[in-house]
């Protein structure tokens, strides 16, 4: 055999199986996942630091702060001392990012699994994705809605029914920002007015 011939011989790649291509499919998926999960994790987290000064005096909950629903006269646990709009809507932000969490580490549980079917993980990766989907939708409606004159805002999008809650910091809302508000929604998640609820925090 040619000297150049040995070398071709040398610098042919081995053949992998089916299995082995499979087994290397997967550890790419989840190294992918978990970068995903820490990259969301250090970003939400940054944003939440950013926004609070003062960590101590946030133990407030969505569910002591004063809500009303436009189109609606109903005010939600009256009887307690409405929380400011700066620890509402960080505890909002926190409980949001808290079940986001909670989500993703029981999928990421069924994708490691050995015992479930291929199906059920390609499942969970799809959940994944949509999950991040909605993270980067909410994002960037929240800042579109503030760019509008709003103090504050948070965007929760039902990823199960596509709809969206959008609750902002505003004493009144006039029908043009309302209005602006729901095109915003409608033009990023490609649902229907109806889909959007706008939620006054005050």
């Known amino acids: 055999m040619s ?28 190294i992918a996942i978990s970068c995903f999960v820490l ?12 926004e609070n000064s003062d960590l101590s005096s946030k133990v407030s909950t969505i569910s002591n702060a004063k809500e009303k629903i436009l189109g609606e006269a109903t005010f939600v646990d009256a009887t307690t001392e409405p929380a400011t709009e700066n620890e509402y809507f960080s505890s909002a932000r926190v409980d949001r990012q808290k079940a986001r969490d909670e989500s993703l580490e029981k999928l990421q ?6 015992n479930q079917s291929d199906e059920a993980k390609k499942q969970a990766t799809k959940s994944v994705e949509k999950i991040s989907n909605s993270i980067n939708l909410e994002n960037k409606i929240e800042t579109l809605v503030t ?18 809650d959008i609750i902002v910091d505003a004493p009144e809302l006039t029908d043009t920002v309302i209005l602006q508000i729901k095109e915003i929604a409608v033009n990023q998640l490609n649902c229907s007015f109806e889909d959007v609820t706008i939620i006054q925090s005050k």
Request: hydrophobic letters at 35%.
């Open 3 to 30: 000297k150049n011939k040995t070398e071709k011989v040398k610098k042919e790649k081995p053949v992998l199986t089916e299995a082995e291509i499979k087994i290397n499919r997967n550890k790419k998926t989840k």
């Open 39 to 50: 990259l969301l994790a250090v970003g939400i987290t940054g944003n939440w630091y950013w």
């Open 109 to 114: 549980k069924i994708i490691d699994s050995a």
């Open 147 to 164: 760019a509008k004159g709003i103090n504050n805002c948070l965007a929760i999008i039902n990823t199960d029914t596509g709809k969206i």
